[in-house]
Structures are given as C-alpha cells and as structure tokens.
C-alpha cells in the first residue's frame, strides 16, 4: 500500500491510448473519444501500428515512437500484449498505467508464466502502478479526465467513489448524471492487484476536493491495510460501503455456536464498524447515501423535526425514523407558541409539524423559520403532498429561500420529501440545483437522515476515551502455553472441557470446578468429593454439542443417580452417535447463581479478517435465538460495553422489574480477557465459552470448547488491528538516575496526557504545535491517544509522581506514509522535565523503532529559534535546511540506504 505514483495516475499531464481504434463500438474507440471530449488539457497520443490517425489525433505506432514518455498510459489491448508494453513504458518513464483489458490471470505466455504475474513484475522493476486489469477506467472531472469506456461521463462534485464492479460503476454513473450529482473522482479497481481500496483511501483522505467516499466492494485481499487506511480516512470525511455476496453457507457447517454466529457478512459489518465507516446493503440506499452526502451538511446532533402538510406522509416518516432508532425532537413550549401564531388553529401543535394540506409557500417558510431557530430542532424533513390548492413548485421555492436566508448557527441539516411524481418532478429539479437532498419517499429521506446519524455515531465511538479495566489480571503464559502444546503433540484439534477451563483460569476467567472420570462408577465418587448438586456431561472430541445427544444431565444429587445417568448417556449416544469416541464424564458442582443470565463469548477465524469475537445470548438454542453481536480485538472496556449494547440481550442485562442488573464490567473484562487470550496464543481457531453465567456478583464460565491448530504467524499477525505492542516497551534510567517506562501509548492515556499537557510551558507548547494553544479539546486528546499501530506510533516516556502513580513524562511520536518510506516525527518534553537526556533517550526510541520496520527517512519541522531541538537533531545525525518562508527548520535523516532496505525500490521516491 502506497501513494507512490499515484499523481501520475489521478493529475496526468501527458496520455497515451494503447489500443486506441477508429472502428466504432471498441474499447479503443470509446477511451479515446471519452478523452477528447472530456476537456483534458494534455497531449492525447493514440498508439496503434493499424492507424495513422485516431479520432483525428496523429497515431503512433509503438510505445518507444512516442515523442515525450506519457505520464498515465491505457491499455486495451489483447491480455498476451500487456506485459511487455508495461515493459516499454516503464523504459520510457511512465510512472502510472490503466489496464482495461481482463484475462490476465487465467493466460498464460508461450514460456507458461501467468501473463498476469509477469505484468506486476514488470511494473516493479519500473516503478509503474497499475490500475486494474479488468477495470472500466478512471474519471477525475475537475482537470477533464475521462480515461474509461463508461457510456455517460462524470460531473465535478465532492464525492470520491470507488467499486471493484465496472457494470455498478455505470450504473451509478448514468443515475448520477440523471440527478446532476458529481464525483471528485470515479475510480474502477477491477481485478486491483496493485492499487486497491486502501492506496485510494489514503490519496483521498486529503484531497480537498473530496468531501465523502463511497466504495462497493466485493471482496479485501489486505485486511490490515485495508482497515488502517479506512480508519484514518473516516476520521476525516464520511467513507460508506456497499458490499456483494451478503449470505453464505459455510457457517451452517461450523462445529463451534461461534462460527455458525460469525458469518462472512457479519465479519465484514464489525470490521466496517469498528473502522468508522457505513455500511449501506442495497441500491435504494446506496443511491440516496450519493445525494445525501452530494449535498447535505455534516448532522450535529441527533433529534429530527418533521414538517409536512399532509398527516399520513407525516406517520409514515416517523414510523420509519423509530423503527431505525432515530429520535423525533421534542418542541418546546416556546417552539409551539411561536408556530401558533403563523400556522392555522388546526395545524397539530406537535412534531410532524403539520402545517394542513392548503399551505402556501408563505406558511412553509414562516413554519421552517421558526423550526430553524428552535433549539431542539437538530435537522428538519420538509415533506409536501401534491393538492390542487397550492403550488408545489412554490413551496419548494419557499423552502430554498427561506434556508439561504437564515444566518443563525449552526446550520442545520435539511431533508426533503416532495411526493408524488409529474407535481413534484419541477420542485425536485429545483432542489437539485440548490443543493438540498432530495427524496422520492418519506422512508428514503428518513434513511438518508440515518445514515449521517450513524456516522456521527461511529466517530463519536472513535474518540471516546476508554474506560481503566475493573481489575488488572495476570496471565499465567507458562501454563497456557503448555495447555496448547500438550493438545497439539497428541495430534488433537480440541481441548478437552478441562483443559479448556484450566486455559480460561490461566487467563483469569472465573470457571466451575471441573473434574473428569473415565467410568460411571468413578463420576458418582467424584461428584461426592466436589458436592451437591453436580452436573454431568459427556467428554467426547467428536460431539461438539452435547445437549444435542443429550448428553448433559443437571442437578444430581446423589452418587447411585450419576452412576445411573452416566450408564444411560453411554447407551443412548452409542445408539445416536455410534463413531464417536468417548474418553469418559466431565462432573462440576452446580452453581447457585439466583437469576443469573447465560450469555456466550467465543472466537472465530475469519478467512479475510482473521480472528472475531461474538457476544451474546448463550444456552442450548443460541442459534435459534440469534442474539448476537460481533467485533474485530483488540477491545478496551469501551468498546467491550459497546459490543454488549448491540445485542438484546443487553436490555435485560441492565436489570428490570424485580430483575437485579448483572455486573457489566465484569463481562466487559471477560470479553478483554478473551481477546487477549486471542492475541497471544496464535494456535487458537475458535472458543465457545456457552454458557457463560452473569449475575450482579460476576460471571462463570460453566462450559467452554477451545480448537487450536499449527501457528501459521504470531498472533497479532493474523489480526486485522494491530494490538497494543507491549514487546516494545522497556525501561531507561535519566541522568538523574531516575527510572523511566518507554512505551507505546494507549486510548486509556487521555486523561495523564491531558496532565501532561497542563503542565508545559506556552512556550513549549508552541514550540510542539506552532501556535499558542489553550486547553485542548477532549477530541483532539483523543486523536493524540488513539493511534493505529500498524501505521503510526507514539512513545510516551512514563515515571512516578511522590504518590506513586504513574504520569506522563514526555512523548515522541512517528507518522509514517502509507508507503513506509518517510516518516515525520514530532517530540515534546514536559517543561519541568528538561535537561536530564530524556529528549535524547525518546528520539534514539522512535529512530531504532522506525529503522526497525523499514522506514527509509526521518523527517520534521522544528522553527527556527528552538535552539535545543536544533542542536539535538543535529547531533543525532539529522541534516538541516532553512526554509525563511516559515521560520522553519526541515531536518532529516537517512536510517537505510538502498543496499540494506527491504524497501530499496522506494527510495527514489525520497
């Protein structure tokens, strides 16, 4: 994943057509016509041995006859062409190509290699990215490029959309131009085997002619890129998808609750979700997601005011907006007053703010007037039905004016809803070329509203500072780890219900006792030693649900009737279950837990997004009932209690009636426990913790199922969020000799590094951000906390106050590109902590750890009266160049040359 190059490809100033053609109805043809006619203003060179002239522009013959190397080429022509002309157009510099043509993976050359695998390794040792193969083209309408075979062309807009799906990409093309909606950019990925979703996220993120992104995606090959680009560009516009293939079959076949809960599609929404984005499932909604952020303002808070003239749109609006968790704002008094003077003694005197079915343009802009300057108003519907007493079209036009006319803040968002078809196609026409979201229906605008809703939602859960963990626990590593050897040196998939729980205890999870006996006459002694009552159940790596075979009995309260129903489960599954294999009884004293709730915790392996965790309604019909929520680890208490509150469950967690609520923070630390057992023990696949009982006195793991299988990786590897590196942390000692924690900062650091900041100088401060700041924002301390560890890192320098309590020293922080090939650093040093080498000790940190992962350089801005920064990057090695413009300093640093980075091809681009 890189941004290298990718200027060529989206700002071109020079086009070759390879391929190009005069016969009508070829790909050729339609590329270089879209071209021409698109306003491009660079040199437009067709290549074509057949032609002279193409479309009246003089043809050249081959690549190398061009007169000036092009710095984007499109090809379209045949699959066994491409990679010899991606050959010669890197010999001759071009640094970008489109590849239209499909048919490259499956071909293959007279030699036999892949004609697609020699494509990319031609590109590579030229330095050319590609797009595609297998794609409709790109359009970029703000400099007039057209490079696509597309039958209708882009409008400029603010909307960037990209889609793995030419045939979709048409599509939404032609419904766009119909609504005179426009794109940034039209990016078609095709078959995406060198620029994917997560290079064209990164450039979009700061374009600023790019207000929202739209993707339709079908399927991620690079989970973590993926999620690391989609995370930092939804923290800075709105990024929603549309995903293909939302049902499959395989999880009817999983042999854990959890893999039958964590279908494809539900990985794929936690993996959305847990990055900041939208998800949209169909065409009708993907369609008014493209109007909605087209043209309506970013929404601030979450109460939506309805006005309508007609009472049934009205009910149909907010029954849509309930049944989707919306809210209906509340007017107040003053609001009701203040309509009562400009409305009819009829209108409705609440929200849907009927207004009656006469009203004229006047009464809807004395009535939205009012409801814009109405506190509890955070958006506003305008709704009209058709009638032969007013004008629809006047109406519209009330509403336009009356919007462009108010001053007051802040803005608020306006939806509308003219019904009907031939009386509202005017008024539609009209709000299009204002600028207000319009929308056929009252449940299309109620979604449009929606959907910024939960957008704002999902970036409010982004910088949400985290809660501490309850309880800090231990981790016996020593006896996990052996627990997983032993199972793998014996040839087995699956621990066994006791060694399943003496993994759970190693990880601090409070479990039943459990014992296992090979006979019926040997359980009925051990349930005697544990207690009454007892609970047997079957020991067999074959059965994976026990109650299916009956095989769990409850409450026994006597030696005489275990041995009886240990006989009885024996003779039954042999009858049922003839090939399974027995190794004998699990016994366990029953747990006298008054209204207790059972609830599942498991993990699954996702093929594209590895490991998941499901939360939910536990028992023996937790797939029937399927109450369920999913997410990707690592998780904090925060969104631990997030994950809870997605389920229905969690209404009856809370407590009611005569129902105490259980301790929640107790399930929020199994959850963390879990993801940690998920995070350092690669070998595990899947864990069904079901049930596990929640009370208000805490939890029990009562049954648990664990698979493991060879390790393919570490296990953060295989997650698609890097966790919390805690193999980087270490301890250094000042020139004080003052003993100092170096580690990566977390989410749950806002509130010391809030202190921290407190306590510098303004100086300092300004020194740190080149400006003077007061008291900073909880969402920017959020933004300073909660970084992505696969792309960037913070270093916080950590002691203790006289109390004991650990505070926040100093920190050091990296921004690397997408690319790894520069990162930019940035250090600051609490004011009362300078002079003892502590900003020396956190530099030479990041420069080990950027030269650890690759980064070719080291770069920063320092102004240039900071003295000491100066003189400390200097003797680090830094090179300095003065920019007067600025009053700064650029610093660099080489930390690899070519011979020894792994990234040597990257450093041209230094």
């Known amino acids: 994943m890189s941004l290298r ?148 062309g882009a409008l400029p807009g603010k909307i960037g959309f990209i889609s793995q799906s030419g045939a979709l990409a048409t599509t939404v093309l032609d419904w766009a131009h119909s609504k005179g909606i426009g794109f940034s950019h039209f990016v078609s990925l095709g078959d995406a085997v060198d620029i994917d979703f997560g290079d064209v996220l990164d450039y979009l993120a700061t374009d600023p002619d790019t207000r929202a992104i739209l993707m339709y995606i079908e399927s991620i090959r690079h989970h973590r890129d993926f999620l690391s680009a989609a995370r930092a560009t939804a923290r800075i516009k709105p990024v929603l998808v549309i995903k293909a293939g939302r049902q499959t079959e395989g999880a009817r076949a999983a042999a854990c609750h959890t893999g039958a809960l964590a279908g494809s599609d539900a990985v794929f929404d936690a993996a959305i979700s847990r990055a900041g984005m939208l998800r949209v499932y169909n065409f009708n909604e993907l369609f008014a997601a493209v109007e909605t952020l087209a043209y309506a303002a970013p929404i601030k808070a979450e109460s939506l005011a309805i006005m309508t003239n007609g009472g049934g749109p009205g009910v149909v609006a907010v029954d849509s907006l309930i049944e989707k968790g919306g809210r209906l704002a509340e007017l107040s008094a003053e609001t009701i007053a203040r309509l009562d003077q400009v409305l009819p003694a009829t209108w409705s005197r609440s929200n849907p703010v009927d207004i009656i079915g006469d009203a004229p343009g006047k009464r809807y802009s004395a009535a939205l007037n009012i409801l814009l300057e109405s506190p509890e108003a955070d958006a506003i519907l305008v709704m009209h039905a058709p009638t032969a007493i007013a004008s629809s ?26 019904l009907g078809e031939e009386a509202a196609q005017e008024s539609r026409r009209l709000f299009a070329e204002a600028g207000f979201p319009s929308y056929r229906t009252p449940e299309g605008a109620v979604r449009a509203f929606i959907h910024l809703l939960r957008y704002r939602q999902n970036q409010g859960m982004l910088i949400e500072t985290p809660l501490s963990a309850p309880a800090d626990f231990v981790v016996d590593a020593t006896t996990a780890q052996r627990i997983i050897e ?137 797939e029937v009932v399927n109450d369920k929520a999913l997410i990707l680890p690592p998780l904090n208490m925060n969104l631990a209690r997030e994950l809870i509150s997605r389920t229905r469950v969690y209404n009856l967690l809370k407590g009611y009636r005569d129902q105490p609520a259980v301790n929640l923070d107790a399930v929020c630390l199994t959850l963390m426990q879990v993801a940690q057992m998920v995070i350092d023990i690669p070998e595990i696949e899947a864990i069904d913790i079901n049930p596990l009982l929640a009370s208000e006195e805490g939890v029990m793991a009562l049954d648990a199922r664990i698979q493991v299988g060879p390790a393919t990786g570490s296990g953060t590897e295989r997650l698609a969020i890097r966790p919390y590196p805690k193999e980087l942390e270490e301890t250094v000692v000042t020139k004080s000799g003052r003993r100092i924690l170096l580690r990566p900062i977390r989410p749950e ?23 003077m700041i007061g008291k900073m924002p909880k969402s920017e301390i959020a933004l300073l906390t909660q970084i992505d560890y696969h792309r960037d890192m913070v270093f916080i320098a950590e002691g203790s106050d006289a109390s004991g309590r650990p505070e926040t020293l100093g920190e050091v922080r990296s921004m690397v590109d997408p690319g790894n090939v520069v990162a930019e650093f940035a250090i600051l040093v609490r004011s009362d902590q300078q002079g003892q080498g502590l900003g020396r000790i956190l530099m030479q940190k990041i420069i080990r750890y950027c030269q650890s992962r690759g980064t070719v350089e080291m770069s920063g801005e320092i102004l240039f009266h900071n003295i000491r920064m100066l003189n400390l990057a200097k003797s680090l090695g830094f090179k300095q160049c003065l920019c007067l413009r600025d009053h700064t300093v650029q610093v660099r640093l080489r930390l690899l040359e070519a011979a020894e980075s792994p990234v040597a091809d990257r450093l041209q681009a230094v």
């Open 393 to 418: 079209k006047e109406a519209a036009q009330a509403v336009i004016e009356t919007v462009r006319a108010y001053t007051g803040y802040p803005q608020k968002l306006i939806l509308t809803n003219w």
């Open 486 to 622: 032993n199972t793998l040196q014996n040839g087995r998939k699956l621990l066994d219900e006791t060694e399943s729980k003496h993994l759970l205890v190693a990880y601090g999870i409070p479990t039943v006792e459990t014992q296992t006996a090979a006979t019926p006459e040997a359980a009925g002694l051990l349930a005697a030693r544990l207690g009454w009552p007892v609970a047997l159940k079957i020991l067999s790596p074959d059965i994976s649900h026990k109650s299916d075979v009956h095989g769990v009995v409850l409450g026994l309260s006597e030696p005489s009737a275990v041995v009886a129903a240990a006989a009885e489960m024996l003779a039954r599954i042999g009858r049922l279950r003839p090939d399974a294999r027995i190794l004998g009884f699990t016994v366990q004293k029953m747990v006298a837990w008054d209204k207790a709730h059972e609830l599942i915790i498991g993990m699954a392996t996702d093929p594209v997004f590895g490991p998941v965790l499901v939360f939910g309604q536990g028992g023996t019909a937790v």
């Open 5 to 152: 190059n990718l200027e060529y490809l989206f700002r071109p100033e020079c086009i070759a057509v390879i391929g190009a053609s005069n016969r009508p109805q070829r790909v050729g043809s339609v590329i270089i016509r879209n071209l021409l006619q698109g306003g491009f203003a660079g040199p437009i060179m067709p290549v074509n041995p057949k032609y002279t002239a193409v479309a009246g522009v003089l043809s050249y013959p081959d690549v190398m006859d061009l007169p000036t190397a092009p710095n984007l080429a499109v090809i379209c022509t045949p699959p066994r062409t491409v990679p010899s002309l991606i050959e010669k157009l890197g010999k001759r510099g071009t640094r970008a190509a489109i590849v239209v043509t499909a048919g490259l993976a499956g071909a293959c050359d007279e030699a036999g290699q892949n004609l697609q695998q020699a494509m990319l390794q031609a590109a590579k040792c030229y330095d050319v990215r590609i797009l595609g193969p297998n794609c409709l083209g790109l359009l970029v309408p703000k400099v007039g490029l057209n490079a696509s075979f597309s039958h209708v």
């Open 749 to 771: 650091d806002a509130a010391a590094h809030d202190l921290f900041l407190s306590k510098l100088d303004p100086q300092d401060m300004y020194f740190r951000f080149f400006r």
